[in-house]
């Protein structure tokens, strides 16, 4: 265990509370982030490209001219790949790009990124978020005062209207804490959590 500062949205010292050492102090595994981050990557490939090949073409049924006689190379269909509005050969067809990785393994990666953000001391923990609407120059004005610009904020539940006021700010991001992964905490810069955040992140990952 460790102490960490808590701050509120006016960079103001609010207490001190201890990070668990088995999330925030793990060793680093560059391999599973490249790993955890392909796997990412992969699962949202759309793998919809698709082109005709020769029995998806249009027409064919007929030969086209008879087989000898004509001084032509001989031709079965028109849907030829060497014709002129034939197949496609080789060419991409609907495919899921998905793979797996275990479970052990995108756990550790997770806790490897949250520890070097905290070793990078790139890590901020805040109170809470509080606004009383959709706001995005709150926001601005707040993440200035952190001397931040590319951040991602993790939050315990749904937040309409940070959520929103921050949608419009580039390079910042919201996600709620059951929805963090590898790939966006290494995609920003800076890591802010909330505290309640932090609670649920410790109550799922500390066992």
């Known amino acids: 265990?460790?102490?960490?500062?808590?701050?509120?949205?006016?960079?103001?010292?609010?207490?001190?509370?201890?990070?668990?050492?088995?999330?925030?102090?793990?060793?680093?595994?560059?391999?599973?982030?490249?790993?955890?981050?392909?796997?990412?990557?992969?699962?949202?490939?759309?793998?919809?490209?698709?082109?005709?090949?020769?029995?998806?073409?249009?027409?064919?049924?007929?030969?086209?001219?008879?087989?000898?006689?004509?001084?032509?190379?001989?031709?079965?269909?028109?849907?030829?790949?060497?014709?002129?509005?034939?197949?496609?050969?080789?060419?991409?067809?609907?495919?899921?790009?998905?793979?797996?990785?275990?479970?052990?393994?995108?756990?550790?990666?997770?806790?490897?990124?949250l520890s070097l953000k905290r070793q990078e001391e790139k890590l901020i923990l805040l109170d809470q978020f509080p606004l009383d609407g959709f706001k995005t120059r709150q926001v601005i004005d707040i993440l200035k005062r952190f001397e931040v610009e590319d951040a991602l904020i993790v939050t315990d539940d749904r937040h309409p209207y940070l959520e929103r006021s921050a949608r419009n700010i580039p390079g910042v991001e919201v996600l709620r804490y059951n929805n963090l992964n590898v790939y966006d905490i290494l995609n920003h810069e800076h890591l802010i959590v909330l505290s309640q955040a932090l609670e649920k992140i410790e109550g799922v990952f500390a066992s």
Do not use: C
């Open 1 to 113: 265990m460790s102490q960490f500062t808590v701050y509120d949205i006016n960079r103001q010292k609010v207490r001190e509370i201890e990070l668990s050492d088995r999330i925030f102090n793990v060793k680093i595994n560059p391999h599973l982030f490249y790993e955890t981050v392909r796997n990412h990557l992969a699962t949202r490939r759309m793998g919809t490209a698709a082109t005709k090949n020769r029995a998806l073409v249009r027409g064919g049924g007929a030969k086209p001219y008879r087989q000898k006689g004509t001084g032509r190379a001989r031709a079965g269909s028109r849907r030829s790949p060497l014709w002129k509005g034939g197949g496609t050969i080789f060419g991409p067809m609907p495919r899921d790009y998905s793979f797996s990785i275990p479970k052990k393994a995108r756990r550790a990666a997770l806790l490897s990124a």
